[in-house]
């Protein structure tokens, strides 16, 4: 299995911060990568796609980058709205897997 | 708006067999893929299997002897079978759909199962 790992595990920020997440695979996956934002009692909601493509309705000042092993999620202007957590997913090979989530916290 | 919305048991007995339903409002089951993911706080997002509307699917390999995943078009419903559960198996269950088999741009609120004597 494809192993992901997002650092860091919890970040804490203020409202207008930039932020970025780090996610790293166990091996090439081209672009194949998503991110997605979770909230509290709530199901994950995608973000990105492909890397850098950004899923309809989810607003610019995210942006996702990267290929190969290393990606990055970036939040270019923290709001009050985006605190939550972030994970990835490479779906490149069998069995899909997800990194282990970073917690972004209000500083 | 395509909607999902998972049913069954939240408890369920250790040795029996986990069975979920997500019910597609909104849009057609047909030309998708559709997923099932749990979620736990110490193994965090596994993804657990998808089908394709006409029926192929693919397993996550760590649950593979014990999942199965169907389809009802005419209901516009997909399950979730997990035999032989243990408490390991108590999770947060998601049904998803999964553009072109590989990320989920659409999913349920998910349910929580537990098992437990």
């Known amino acids: 299995d494809i192993q992901m790992t997002q650092s860091p595990s919890t970040l804490s920020a203020s409202v207008g911060d930039r932020v970025t997440i780090t996610c790293r695979a166990s091996?090439?996956?081209?672009?194949?990568l998503a991110w997605y934002q979770q909230k509290p009692g709530k199901a994950p909601k995608l973000l990105i796609y492909?890397?850098?493509s950004l899923e309809s309705g989810v607003p610019s000042n995210f942006s996702g980058s990267g290929s190969g092993t290393e990606f990055t999620l970036t939040i270019s202007s923290l709001q009050p709205d985006d605190f939550a957590t972030y994970y990835c997913q490479q779906y490149n090979s069998y069995p899909w897997t997800f990194g282990q989530g970073t917690k972004v916290e209000i500083k | 708006q395509v909607q999902l919305q998972e049913s069954g048991p939240g408890l369920v007995k250790p040795s029996e067999t986990l069975s979920l339903t997500c019910t597609v409002s909104g849009g057609s089951i047909s030309s998708f893929h559709w997923s099932w993911i749990r979620q736990t706080p110490g193994k965090g997002l596994e993804w657990i299997g998808h089908i394709y509307y006409s029926g192929s699917t693919n397993y996550n390999p760590s649950l593979k002897s014990r999942v199965t995943i169907s389809v009802d078009t005419s209901k516009n419903q997909f399950s979730v079978k997990l035999s032989s559960v243990t408490a390991a198996d108590t999770a947060v269950y998601y049904c998803?759909?999964?553009?072109?088999?590989?990320?989920?741009?659409?999913w349920g609120q998910g349910t929580l199962v537990t098992v437990s004597s």
């Open positions: 091996q090439s996956i081209s672009s194949w």
């Open positions: 492909k890397a850098s």
């Open positions: 998803a759909r999964t553009y072109s088999g590989s990320y989920y741009d659409c």
